[in-house]
């Protein structure tokens, strides 16, 4: 097992719901966190007195060299990124602003590639892990989050990449598909959910068994992490039966 006491840990999305679960799940493992989001006083809040707490948002290019940056100078390297932040979006794909959706590739998808590209030297050099925090729906398109899953699979998709770019240099690279977890993700995203889902009953989970999830992930060194469990038959059905699953899901 991979032990991440003592280990520097980056986690992005910090200040509430499954990012704030990793960072106390972390937390009790013994790692030296470095917490990142655009809400500085909940940060602060929530951080130990030990810990690095860099305010901003992700998609700026500034507050990406400022999370990497100051990391390094006061840890001396990272061992982990976990690109846990993001938000949603319940416009339908015939009616979603477009200003919305390139918002959404940017904090999504664009955010975590620019953090793994800025942290990759440092992994190599630690032979640690990259963690990318996709969703179910990077796996199986939800007509209730259209560009939502486009930007989830352009995520997986990446995390492919690395992780066959990654292996030759001991670096573990994990992709996270977590379906509907018990947070303020409607309250955070744009658009209106429908009435049919605003009940969590979509394959839910715990932010907490999430959060724990991907850390027991991350001391396996697991490829991939499905929460909860019961995801996998979803996905399983998707493949095996892709028409009788997008029929089931558009009612």
């Known amino acids: ?18 990012g704030a679960h990793l ?3 972390l937390r009790r493992r013994g790692a030296r966190l470095t917490l990142a989001a655009r809400n500085e006083a909940k940060l602060t809040a929530m951080a130990g007195p030990e810990e690095l707490v860099v305010a901003g948002d992700v998609t700026s290019d ?21 690109n846990n ?12 602003p477009i200003e ?4 959404l590739f940017e904090l999504n998808f664009f955010a975590p590639l620019a953090l793994a ?11 640690g892990t990259l ?26 998709a990446i995390t492919s990449a690395q992780r066959a770019e990654l292996r030759q240099d001991g670096v573990h690279v994990m992709g996270v598909f977590p379906g509907y977890v018990d947070t303020d993700f409607q309250r955070h995203a744009a658009g209106v959910p429908p009435e049919r889902i605003t009940g969590g009953d979509f394959v839910s989970v715990s932010a907490a068994d999430c959060a724990e999830s991907i850390v027991e992930g991350i001391e396996h060194r697991r490829k991939i992490v499905v929460t909860p469990g019961s995801g ?3 996905i399983l059905a998707s493949r095996l039966f892709p028409g009788l699953v997008e029929a089931r899901l558009g009612h």
């Open 117 to 127: 590209q800025r942290a990759t030297p440092h992994l190599r050099q630690s032979r």
């Open 85 to 96: 932040a993001g938000r949603g979006s319940y416009y339908s794909a015939s009616a979603t």
């Open 131 to 156: 963690v990318n925090v996709s969703s179910i729906a990077g796996l199986i398109s939800l007509p209730w989050l259209p560009v939502y899953s486009a930007t989830k699979f352009a995520l997986a």
């Open 62 to 82: 500034e507050v990406r060299s400022a999370v990497i940056g100051e990391t390094v100078s006061r840890r001396g390297g990272i061992d982990v990124l976990i």
């Open 1 to 18: 097992m991979y032990s991440v006491n003592g280990k520097v840990v980056i986690i992005t999305g910090a200040s509430e719901g499954i």
């Open 23 to 25: 960072a106390a799940a």
């Open 232 to 234: 996998r038959l979803l």
């Open 100 to 103: 919305d959706a390139r918002d």
